[in-house]
């Protein structure tokens, strides 16, 4: 028989034997194609428990809480507020400067110092972000760079946590204030990560006169309104074994900390509360325009005149605090100022 006769006649028991195998494998396909549908339609979902699922208690889960001197979320809770913060720091050379005293076009490092109001869980390699803004209410800010920082739980060795950030001032002479913003994405408590320092010196030969921006940052025309103190962060009680008068709490060693934060809260109200602080009657401030009325996103020079009274010698701390209200709207605080006067 030739070869061709044999292959003629393999055929039909190749096909017998192609039909068998699909006899096998159809099944299984259909079997697999199933089990792919059904991992696609669920696919997001979470496994079926049967109604044991957990709820994790918000108590349970440990959050960061960094902080900074923030004025606005300080000013919020009824407090008085100096725009001296006091946890950004110039310094060149290794030597502290004052904010009011930067040269154009010179290198400085801001030492920024961070916080954590968690006894609970730390915030390590931390971002915080440095800008620069012009001296004023409410300017735009512009970014320097972002430094890192490893904060301990509250308490702990490495809290505070300091970063060193790089910064060479703009070419034009002029006085910038700085800004620092802390970047953590589960913050218990985001409200307090931004800080200002805006300082300006005048000497006061008959008034003192500053210059300042005020600008609207909001997509609606805005009143601008101002008022004055005299407030300074108090020096901190010496530590000793026993608490002093000023830091005592009336709470029971049981109460646990939310209790003795609160009554602390309550203390330093009373002792340190926003309005408690009022210029001497003798001191006059006057602002030019008083009451300016900002289109959206416009911005205008605002002339502060602060006359000390007649035998006035030494440094006076007046801050300015901005507010900006829309029609029919509460008013809300939109950046201040630190001066201080000088007389000799």
């Not at 500053?210 to 010496?238: G, K, M, S, W």
């Not at 049981?254 to 109200?269: P, Y």
């Amino acid at each position: 028989m030739s070869g061709i006769s044999q292959g003629w006649q393999a055929i039909p028991r190749a096909i017998r034997d192609l039909l068998a195998s699909l006899m096998v494998l159809v099944p299984a396909l259909k079997s697999f194609c199933r089990a792919i549908a059904n991992t696609c339609h669920n696919c997001g979902k979470g496994r079926d428990r049967g109604g044991a699922c957990i709820t994790v208690s918000p108590a349970v889960l440990k959050r960061a809480d960094p902080l900074i001197y923030s004025q606005y979320y300080l000013m919020k809770m009824g407090l008085s507020v100096t725009w001296d913060n006091p946890d950004i720091e110039i310094f060149r050379g290794g030597l502290p400067v004052a904010p009011f005293a930067l040269l154009p076009a010179t290198d400085y490092d801001v030492r920024i110092r961070v916080w954590n109001g968690s006894y609970d869980a730390p915030a390590l390699n931390l971002p915080v972000a440095l800008s620069y803004l012009s001296f004023g209410i409410g300017v735009s800010s512009t970014a320097i760079a972002i430094g890192k920082a490893d904060l301990d739980v509250k308490g702990g060795p490495l809290e505070p946590a300091f970063t060193s950030i790089p910064w060479k001032t703009p070419p034009l002479p002029g006085h910038y204030c700085l800004q620092a913003l802390l970047i953590w994405p589960d913050d218990a408590n985001p409200d307090n990560n931004l800080g200002q320092k805006n300082v300006q010196v005048g000497t006061a030969h008959s008034p003192a006169v500053f210059d300042i921006q005020v600008h609207n940052d909001a997509a609606i025309a805005r009143a601008f309104t101002f008022e004055v103190d005299q407030y300074v962060i108090p020096p901190l009680a010496p530590c000793s074994d026993q608490a002093s008068p000023t830091r005592r709490v009336a709470v029971a060693p049981t109460a646990g900390r939310l209790a003795e934060s609160k009554a602390r809260w309550k203390a330093v109200l009373v002792a340190q509360g926003y309005g408690r602080f009022p210029l001497g009657p003798d001191w006059t401030v006057t602002f030019s325009p008083a009451r300016p009325v900002l289109a959206a996103f416009q911005q205008i020079t605002v002339q502060i005149t602060v006359q000390p009274p007649a035998d006035f010698l030494g440094q006076q701390t007046v801050n300015v605090h901005g507010f900006a209200q829309a029609e029919n709207r509460g008013r809300a605080l939109a950046g201040g100022v630190t001066l201080l006067v000088e007389k000799s």
